[in-house]
């Protein structure tokens, strides 16, 4: 029988997929400990505007699991962490977990204060850096925890002790230093997450020379209430509303140059997208510049249902080439219409780029030999005795699959541990 230390479950990674094994393996009866790299829980889905196909806001679910943790004594979080070591086998893993500093402590009640205090400002990375924030932030409206952080750049700044000053709390500590935990554990969910595919590489759309080129995931902030234009769909080049919209699939994916392989959610995301444009402008043009559309099962619906708006143009070929207009900065999209053989020019006033995911295991590896496949996703569920991945440091999944793999991957977690 294993030692009563290591009857707790490490999870890595505070997204869906991370949070559900979390907190199934809490609500089973297990001591876990939760390992977060950016400084609030929730991951990718705290940035979405709405999940499909029901439309309906991230912040209701993510609310309901950040109740259940703070609920549960069993769950322990580290949020600005990362593992850096990880030795043993199953039953009895020796952990090394680094926290960085949040130059911000527990006294926090998010006030505010230091922030009204606070003149400097860096490119907010909650918003893909499409608008600024100050130093000393909030990282978003329902941040968990609901505590403030200090930018590196603020605290050697001449005004951090004006900002430390402004608070009235004591909540700012800017002698913080990082520090390491070692921790022991039965067994551990690798469950780190995604990073879009670097829309910079994809120089023949003009990403990142183009401003009104911009990425599905920026898509998702400009529509959102608390993103950089407060939920209006605006061209980043003038604050102007789009008369017409260009959603190019598969940029960069099913490409032997770029990402090989189908993510296989882009195509909602777009369709989900598309919505949003419409309710916005119902008078715009929209073009769905596609391979093939993947929706399967019950999502075939809402693509039918998208593809009723006789406003939206589904035209099968892959653009080729995009250029900018240098005077106005609209678009025009080349592109070969694959089912009459024709090439056309279609202007647009923005272009949305679907970029595929990329799993972060495929640059930062878990730091122990588990098996990976040719994209940098772990091989398997059961990466080695002990270690699960969950989410998409498996395979490209949506929301909804993320939870039930996390679900999954909590159970083995938990049979792992319960019969040694």
Known sequence: MANTVTQSILVVGGGMSGLTAAIEAAEAGYDVILVERNPYLGGRVAQFHHYFPKLCPPYCGLEINFRRIKDNPRVRFFTLAEVERVTGAAGDFDVTVKINPRYVNEKCTACGKCAEACSLEIPNPFNYGMDTIKAAYLPHDLAFPMRYVLDPSLVKSPEAQKVKEACPYDAIDLDMQPRSVDLKVGSIVWATGWK???????????????????????????????????????RPSDGKPPESVAFIQCAGSRDENHLPYCSGICCLASLKQVTYVREQYPDARIYFFYIDIRATDRLEDFYAKVKEDAGVVFFKGKVAKIEEDGATKSLVCRVENTMTEELQEIPVDLVVLATGMVPNTASERVPTPVPYDDYGFVAAMNAMPGIYAAGCTRTPVGVAESVADGTAAALKAIQSIARR
Do not use: F
């Open 196 to 234: 879009p595919y670097d829309s910079s590489k994809l120089t023949n759309y003009g990403a990142g020379r183009y401003p009104n080129v911009i990425t599905n995931v920026m898509m998702e902030r400009l529509a959102s209430w608390n993103g950089p234009t407060q939920g209006k769909i605006l």
